[in-house]
């Protein structure tokens, strides 16, 4: 097949949309089929280069001028490379490949990860969209999407092109160790992590608590733990190009987030052999085996979390069968079945 894909960026800023397209097209090339990205790129157009992936510079930011520029040039790739398949991940990307389809010579896919964004029905626009959780799928049949365009491909990243989870050494952290990996966003329950964090850290005077990680709410984030007394054990460690270091790290990964459609960081996390606490919302239930894998706690709970959390901290033996549990049933999360069953959804329109 040939394959495109639309993306705004391929930057290597920790962007789970952007690394599950970068997977997507290491792993089809590496197939057989004829890949290229258009994006307007990013770092990790050597990866791409690596897997024999083209990458096209295609600026798509949303301003007339540069969107009839960008409208040209899609134009043009389309004619050059004459794809099979169109693979959109992004809203923009996803209304350009759909109005400038001038016959359909190729099959149209869209990727939905952020549903509870108002432009993800236009991801409908496609003829298959593809949710990365069944929470997710749930979502946008309520919104309207058809049944019959609607396939659901959770999310995985073991054995992704993109790292090398088991060779890379873990930093050094105090322990014990709480730790989150998430942009720096109100949804991600940074907040409700930090009162948790706080509570507990009367009780537990040892422990600390690492925020990797960017966005735009850090400041908020930084003034909120300055207020505490436990500052000193609160550490913002920013974004991190090889973050699994810190997953090998850590005692317990908290995953708060108020609205998550799946969470790849979860995965990591698993196979890290991390103790897990995370949000029982939207996609994360499914991330973690219905809560076989992790402990669930009630949405936007400090409380709730840091009873949760408590148990891990004074007991060994429990946080060491967490761990355990952690890492069982870990094949569905690999990025080959990812790769296998996307495949499968372009098939249906070849």
Sequence with gaps: ?????????????????V???????CLQAEAGHTVTVA?????????????????????????????????????????????????????TGMVLARTLREKPHY?????????????????????????????????????GIPQTKLRVVCNGTLGSPREGLAT????????????????????????????AFEQLAVEFPDVHLYLIGNGPDRAEFEAQAQQTAVVD???????????????????????ASRQEPFGLVLSEAREAGCAIVASNVDGIPEALDGGAAGILVPVANPTALAEAIAPLLRDPDLLE???????????WLKVSRVHAE???????LL
């Excluded at 869209?110 to 029905?121: D, K, Y």
């Excluded at 050094?172 to 009162?195: C, E, F, N, S, V």
């Excluded at 069968?321 to 094949?331: E, F, I």
């Design 321 to 331: 069968r967490w761990k355990g549990r952690s890492q069982q049933n870990l094949d």
């Design 233 to 255: 054990r609160i550490h913002f460690e920013g974004y991190q190009a090889e973050p699994q270091r810190y997953l090998h790290a850590t005692d317990i990964f908290v995953l």
């Design 168 to 195: 890379l050494p873990p930093v050094k952290l105090q322990r014990p160790a709480i730790a989150t990996l998430a942009g720096m966003y109100h949804r991600k329950g940074i907040a409700d992590l930090i009162a």
């Design 39 to 91: 994006s307007a790129g990013g770092e990790y157009d050597r990866l791409l280069a690596k897997y024999d992936v083209q990458h096209i510079q295609l600026d798509q930011r949303r301003y007339p001028l540069q969107l009839l520029r960008a409208a040209r040039s899609y134009q043009a790739l389309v004619r050059s490379i004459q794809p099979d398949i169109v693979h959109a991940h992004m809203m």
């Design 107 to 143: 099959g149209l896919v869209s990727t939905v990860h952020n549903e509870f964004q108002r432009s993800a029905i236009l991801m409908g626009l496609a003829d298959r969209m593809i949710a990365v959780s069944q929470s997710v799928a749930q979502s946008m049949a309520r919104k």
């Design 342 to 348: 996307t495949l499968e959804v372009y098939a249906e």
């Design 1 to 17: 097949m040939r394959i495109l894909h639309i993306l705004n960026h391929i930057q290597e800023i920790g962007n789970g949309i």
């Design 19 to 25: 690394n599950v397209a970068v997977d997507l097209a």
